[in-house]
């Protein structure tokens, strides 16, 4: 079964420091990896995603995430926070067998201070 | 968010009654999704469509039936509510099966069954 997992419900960090939101996966086969943010009443936002190659991507906003296959996973990451990158931060994998199904995470809360 | 509208915005409706939530597209999507969001559970799938008249279970369809007669609307209706199914409902589409362009959510329902 595909399943990610997301081990902090909630991340602070000052305003211009680095930024890391975790996010580890079970699969069967190669992973297909994404990353969206969700601001207050809105809907989910498409960040990156990650399918083969090179194992640092770089999505919107300036935010980048880490592949990482002996440890399973595949953190977010910012070189400088912004306040305004405060959100919900939830990463998903995609059904090896029914690409029409992906699996959430919980979601990681990023509070940045200014 | 463009292209994407779901409607109500907000509803409350009492035990047993049967609920149907909207999702209309401007995009010209085939694939369409509806996702129900609790804490803790991050976003999981209801029901999916990959065109018109076709429509498929997620992990949490019990409960649930969708229809979709058309391309640009994605119908969500609960035979009869239970306080169980109070939750924000999303809708979301995509260009392609497996979101390879990442999906693109509505603003979300929130429903309470009271």
């Known amino acids: 079964a595909q399943s990610v997992a997301q081990p902090e419900d909630q991340v602070n960090v000052a305003e211009g420091n680095p930024l890391t939101v975790k996010c580890t996966y079970s699969?069967?086969?190669?992973?297909?990896l994404f990353w969206y943010v969700q601001y207050p009443n809105r809907g989910l936002q498409f960040l990156l995603k990650y399918i083969t190659g090179d194992n640092l991507v770089k999505g919107s906003y300036g935010f980048e995430a880490e592949f990482n296959k002996s440890q399973t996973s595949f953190h977010l990451k910012k070189p400088s926070a912004l306040v305004s990158d405060s959100a919900l931060y939830f990463c998903?994998?995609?059904?090896?067998?029914?690409?029409?199904?992906?699996?959430f995470g919980s979601g990681t809360k990023l509070n940045v201070k200014p | 968010d463009a292209g994407i509208t779901q409607s109500p915005r907000h509803k409350v409706t009492e035990t047993g009654t049967p609920v149907t939530l909207r999702c209309h597209q401007t995009e010209n999507h085939r694939y369409m999704y509806w996702y129900r969001q609790d804490p803790g559970h991050g976003l999981r799938l209801i029901h999916y469509s990959y065109g018109v008249k076709d429509t498929d279970k997620g992990e949490v369809s019990d409960g649930y039936s969708v229809s979709r007669s058309k391309t640009e609307d994605f119908l969500l209706t609960l035979e009869s509510a239970t306080s169980s199914q109070t939750s924000v409902y999303f809708c979301a589409i995509s260009e392609s099966a497996g979101g390879k362009y990442g999906y693109t959510f509505g603003s979300g329902t929130r429903l309470t069954v009271v």
């Open positions: 699969v069967s086969g190669n992973p297909y």
């Open positions: 998903a994998v995609r059904d090896h067998y029914n690409f029409n199904k992906f699996y």
